[in-house]
C-alpha cells in the first residue's frame, strides 16, 4: 500500500476526491503503527475538519466520486472515534459517538473506562426506549455477567438473535465444563471446555481454564496449547506463563 499512497501523494495534479481517499488510506495504514499512530490522528482530524469546508467546489470534487469509494460522513466521524480509543482517547471519542447516537460503541467505552454503573443506567436508559431490542440485552449481559440476559435476548428475538444464542451457547457449555471440573471430570471438562471455545474463542479465561482442565486430564499437549491461547489474548496473565514455562 505505501508505494501505491506515496505515487498518489507525488501527483500534484491528482484530483480532489482521489487524493481525499489516498489520505484516508494512509491513515488506516499508519493507525496500525505505534510509532506513526499519532500522525494518523493529526492527519484524520484535518480530514474530518476539511468535510465541513466550501472549498473545493462541487466542479473539483465531484469528478470520479462514483468510481472511488469514500464513506459517508457519520462512517469517517465513526472511524476518527475509534482511532481516538485506539490512541487511548476516550473521552474524545465519547463525544463523538454521543452525538452519532453508536450506544454499543458508548457503553464499551464506559467499561474501557471502568465506569460499568454508567454503562449499565446507558443500556437501561435505552432499553426504557426499546424493550425488545436483543442486542441492548446482549450489551447488559456481557457489561453485568449475568447470562438471564442472554435468556432474555433470545425471547425478545423469537430465539433469532445470533450474538445471544453464540454467547448462551458457550456460557452452558462453559457453566458444565466448570461443573465437571469441580466434581473430579477433568476429561470430561477438557472437552466441554474445547466444544465452548468452538463457539467463542476470544476468552483468555476459557482457554486458560481448558488448559487447567487439560492438565489436570494428563493431556500436555492440549494444557499448552490452552496456555498460549491465553497469553496471545491476555499477554499479562502471569499465572498462564507459568504453567507454559512448567511444561
Same mark, same amino acid.
Given at each position: ?112 473506562? =471502568?465506569?460499568? *454503573? ?5 443500556? %437501561? #436508559?435505552?432499553?426504557? +426506549? /426499546?424493550?425488545? &431490542? ?71 479465561? =476459557?482457554?486458560? *481454564? ?5 492438565? %489436570? #486430564?494428563?493431556?500436555? +499437549? /492440549?494444557?499448552? &496449547? ?22
Amino acid at each position: 500500500m505505501a508505494p501505491y499512497i506515496e505515487a498518489i501523494d507525488s501527483q500534484q495534479s491528482s484530483c480532489f476526491i482521489l487524493k481525499f481517499f489516498c489520505d484516508l488510506l494512509r491513515i488506516r495504514w499508519e493507525s496500525t503503527h505505534s510509532h506513526t499512530k499519532g500522525r494518523a490522528l493529526e492527519m484524520m482530524d484535518k480530514l474530518v475538519e476539511g468535510i465541513s469546508n466550501s472549498s473545493p467546489g462541487v466542479t473539483q470534487s465531484i469528478p470520479f466520486c462514483y468510481v472511488i469509494y469514500v464513506p459517508t460522513i457519520p462512517a469517517l466521524r465513526k472511524e476518527y472515534a475509534k482511532l481516538f480509543v485506539s490512541c487511548g482517547l476516550i473521552g474524545e471519542a465519547i463525544k463523538i459517538f454521543e452525538v452519532l447516537d453508536l450506544w454499543d460503541n458508548l457503553i464499551y467505552c464506559n467499561c474501557l473506562l =471502568g465506569k460499568k *454503573a454508567a454503562a449499565v443506567e446507558l443500556i %437501561k #436508559a435505552r432499553l426504557s +426506549e /426499546k424493550p425488545n &431490542d436483543p442486542t441492548l440485552w446482549c450489551s447488559l449481559g456481557g457489561v453485568t455477567n449475568n447470562d438471564a440476559c442472554y435468556e432474555k435476548a433470545l425471547e425478545v428475538s423469537n430465539d433469532k438473535s445470533a450474538r445471544a444464542k453464540l454467547t448462551y451457547l458457550y456460557v452452558n457449555r462453559r457453566s458444565l465444563a466448570r461443573s465437571a471440573y469441580n466434581r473430579g471430570e477433568y476429561e470430561t471438562s477438557k472437552i466441554l471446555w474445547e466444544a465452548a471455545m468452538a463457539v467463542n474463542s476470544l476468552y483468555p479465561d =476459557g482457554w486458560f *481454564a481448558l488448559g487447567a482442565a487439560a492438565l %489436570k #486430564a494428563q493431556d500436555v +499437549e /492440549k494444557a499448552l &496449547d490452552g496456555f498460549t491461547r491465553a497469553v496471545q489474548l491476555d499477554p499479562g496473565n502471569g499465572e498462564a506463563w507459568n504453567n507454559i514455562a512448567c511444561l
